[in-house]
């Protein structure tokens, strides 16, 4: 059968026209997502306070031009979409030698860990009558790897989750790691542990991967080695997680009588990164690039939730969210302890 050349090049066409069109609709909003994730990690950096939650707050400021619907296409794209790539190329931050040098106990101790926080997270959300999807997300973001993994498993609950689950989570997780960061070596040190051990604790219980780096090398190159090598191992759990969860949610959302996708694409890509990257056939400048790009994307997604969430409506979320996400804190730095103290 031949083919028409005219009504080929007339379907390229058209569709080249509406892919401007598209990227046109997105650009508005994009853009002053990429501006405020630009103005947060420039005010980190001199700063010090966590990029994340700068860029929630300005975000948070400019709410009001969620009016506009000039940018609302580009918001959401870049709070759903671009959070995806982002993700996924997170995959290239850690490497099967980095997990398997750990040796056998962390490699038992993190999955344990990580299984009981999301587990212990459900059942405190239910005792606190707070949701399901608000104890799988922030159990999850504590066990993990805290801000990185509520994003990522936020973009697999199911479409009625509260996107200010995902804010609060975002920056209750950060702020309990900066404390985190400052009360553990001093606590951890009270034990007289080694720096190796104390070195394993911080890396299993601290929620975000930058104070697991702050934390563990002051208290030694030992320690700091240990804890980014262990926090790595928690890194590498997420795709594992976010699986699970979206497999447990995929008959929640119903759309004309399909059911969601139980495996996210973006946590294959995030796999599929480390084990590539494991290989080494990826030059370190490309890993370098795409540890960066995943920086910025994280960093634009979290602007872009923080732009479609008020004050407002934060502040009526209420303590019990905090309550929930202390607990689950606490519960693992107890639990971690327990198994050093009675198995190591």
Known sequence: ????????????????????????????????????????ISLGAVSGIPVMVLALVIGMGCHRLTANPRFTSGIDFTAKRVLRFGVALLGARVTADEILSLGITPLIMVPVLVAATIVV??????????????????GGAVAVCGASAALAIAAVLPADADERDTLFTVIAVTALSTVAMVL???????FGFSDATIGLLLGATIHDVAQVVGAGYAVSQEAGDVATFVKMLRVATLPVVVLVIAFAFRNRDNSAGKTRLPVPGFAVAFAIILVVNS??????????????????????????????????????????????????????????????????
Not at 16 to 21: C, D, E, P, R
Not at 126 to 135: A, D, E, I, V
Not at 184 to 190: D, K, M
């Open 184 to 190: 553990y070596p001093i606590a951890f040190s009270l």
């Open 279 to 344: 290989l080494g056939v990826i030059p370190r400048l490309v890993v370098d690039l795409m540890e960066k790009s995943s920086s910025w994307m994280l960093v634009a997604a979290i602007a872009a939730l923080g732009i479609k969430t008020s004050l407002k409506a934060m502040g009526a979320l209420g303590p019990r969210h905090m309550a929930l996400v202390v607990g689950e804190t606490v519960f693992l730095m107890l639990a971690a302890l327990a198994v050093v103290l009675f198995l190591v």
């Open 1 to 40: 059968m031949s083919v028409n050349p005219d009504r080929e090049r007339s379907v390229k066409t058209v569709s080249m026209i509406q892919s401007l069109g598209t990227a046109r609709q997105l650009a508005p909003g994009l853009l002053l997502c990429v501006l405020v994730a630009a103005a947060a």
């Open 121 to 138: 997270g459900v059942f405190m959300a239910r005792l606190l009558g707070r949701s399901l999807l608000l104890g799988v997300l922030t």
